[in-house]
């Protein structure tokens, strides 16, 4: 089993739509959720962090589920500029050191 | 404020051959890690330097090797280099004390031929 895993889509919406994206991770001793975006050939770039409590930023809702090792994405109003591929990262301690493992991605592509 | 940068952008090398990429952190960063990212993939972790140390490694072979400078800006070496190893390479800095949050450069195209 992947230690994280993510279905890779593609996720086709029209502007304007609501789009949901899951993520499950195997070690439950991870400690620090995040989800990134990463355009065509280029660096992933940090879009947010994921807390318990759920948080929000703008149009964009992240959550996280400890008990059954989720976590989620949701956009709302979709955008053309939404489209990219949305990574979903776990971080766990081994000693001091922090380690991000990464899923493969959703890819998002929102049309007109 | 300065943010993470790599050098050089593209690289093609010949099979056997050896390649040095560079990072510097983002200002007041001291810790970097090193991902490879195959197209299609997510990125996958090589490993991390702090204090001048590598502190994490992930599972790849010692022909992946790094090293931290004092001013904490970093070098990744792949020697004996194969077709495989033709990927983006990512260098992320964060804060050792900090949250995890880590911030990624623009990357290295590695191409090996």
């Known amino acids: 089993r992947k230690e994280v895993e993510q279905d890779p889509g593609p996720f086709n919406v029209p502007e304007g739509a609501t789009v949901a994206f899951n993520c499950t991770y195997s070690?439950?001793?991870?400690?620090?959720f995040f989800w990134y975006r990463q355009d065509c050939r280029k660096e992933p770039k940090l879009l947010m962090s994921?807390?318990?409590s759920g948080n929000e930023d703008g149009r964009f809702t992240a959550q996280l589920n400890r008990a059954s090792q989720y976590i989620s994405l949701l956009i709302r109003d979709s955008k053309l500029s939404d489209s990219a591929t949305y990574l979903c990262?776990?971080?766990?301690?081994?000693?001091?050191?922090?380690?991000?493992?990464f899923g493969t991605g959703t890819r998002l592509q929102v049309t007109l | 404020d300065a943010g993470v940068t790599q050098s050089p952008t593209h690289l093609i090398k010949t099979r056997g051959q050896q390649v040095t990429l560079r990072c510097s952190p983002k200002?007041?960063?001291?810790?970097v890690s090193w991902y490879q990212q195959a197209l299609g993939q997510g990125p996958q972790f090589i490993f991390q330097?702090?204090?001048?140390?590598?502190?994490q490694r992930g599972n790849f072979p010692d022909r992946f090797s790094g090293h931290q400078f004092p001013n904490y800006s970093s070098e990744l070496n792949v020697n004996a280099l194969l077709l495989g190893d033709s990927a983006l390479y990512l260098c992320?800095?964060?804060?050792?004390?900090?949250?995890?949050?880590?911030?990624f450069g623009p990357g290295t195209r590695l191409t090996v031929t």
């Open positions: 992320a800095s964060s804060l050792w004390s900090g949250n995890y949050e880590q911030y």
């Open positions: 200002s007041g960063h001291d810790t």
């Open positions: 990262v776990v971080t766990f301690l081994t000693g001091t050191a922090s380690k991000l493992t």
């Open positions: 994921v807390y318990s």
């Open positions: 070690n439950s001793a991870s400690q620090s």
């Open positions: 330097y702090y204090e001048e140390e590598e502190r």
